[in-house]
T-cell receptor, first 115, second 115 residues
Framework: SQTIHQWPATLVQPVGSPLSLECTVEGTSNPNLYWYRQAAGRGLQLLFYSVGIGQISSEVPQNLSASRPQDRQFILSSKKLLLSDSGFYLC??????????????FGPGTRLTVL | GESVGLHLPTLSVQEGDNSIINCAYSNSASDYFIWYKQESGKGPQFIIDIRSNMDKRQGQRVTVLLNKTVKHLSLQIAATQPGDSAVYFCAENIPYGGSQGNLIFGKGTKLSVKP
């Protein structure tokens, strides 16, 4: 069966510090990978998605970047955090299909607080 | 479109009763729908999905109903238990949306189960 991991689970960082969140998927190969941010009481905001190694698409202009150095590894980064970067960050994966979007399965999330 | 706000709609039910959670989706071209359950501090968990060529799909204690005429989706939970307390949100897939990650997520409904 497939599992998705995220770490760290929680993070408190000062404004202006760098960020690196990691997501890994087990039990599948060549997945689509996604980074979302969820603010309190709001829906999921898609930040980045990737269909393969080194292939990253950004959905919104922002202070963050993403990388996919390996097939099942997805990293969310920032060089300098802003207060507005605080939130709950979720990684998700789906099987690649040619004609339709498959179910997305989420990781446990990382709670980021920028002070 | 989705309204912006910090307070989710809340449904409060008695343990053992049936729950019905509703979702109005936005696009008549949407062809695939998913219900997720999100407990506090955790990532969303897949519950059940349905494709647009169906009106109803049943799982264990859950049923999803799709009314394409009025663009309405509902999740029915039978014999609601305290462990069902969570935020439930729907997602719709809009095909050919120009984005690989084209699942659109609702903001959710908070289900509170009273013992």
């Amino acid at each position: 069966s497939q599992t998705i991991h995220q770490w760290p689970a929680t993070l408190v960082q000062p404004v202006g510090s760098p960020l690196s969140l990691e997501c890994t998927v087990e039990g599948t190969s060549n997945p689509n990978l996604y980074w979302y941010r969820q603010a309190a009481g709001r829906g999921l905001q898609l930040l980045f998605y990737s269909v393969g190694i080194g292939q990253i698409s950004s959905e919104v202009p922002q202070n963050l970047s993403a990388s996919r150095p390996q097939d099942r590894q997805f990293i969310l980064s920032s060089k300098k955090l802003l207060l507005s970067d605080s939130g709950f960050y979720l990684c998700a994966w789906s099987r690649i299909k040619r004609s339709s979007t498959d179910t997305q399965y989420f990781g446990p999330g990382t709670r980021l607080t920028v002070l | 479109g989705e309204s912006v706000g910090l307070h989710l709609p809340t449904l409060s039910v008695q343990e053992g009763d049936n729950s019905i959670i509703n979702c109005a989706y936005s696009n008549s071209a949407s062809d695939y729908f998913i219900w997720y359950k999100q407990e506090s501090g955790k990532g969303p968990q897949f519950i059940i999905d349905i494709r647009s060529n169906m009106d109803k799909r049943q799982g264990q204690r859950v049923t999803v109903l799709l009314n394409k005429t009025v663009k309405h989706l509902s999740l029915q939970i039978a014999a609601t238990q305290p462990g069902d307390s969570a935020v439930y949100f729907c997602a719709e897939n809009i095909p050919y949306g120009g984005s690989q990650g084209n699942l659109i997520f609702g903001k959710g409904t908070k289900l509170s189960v009273k013992p």
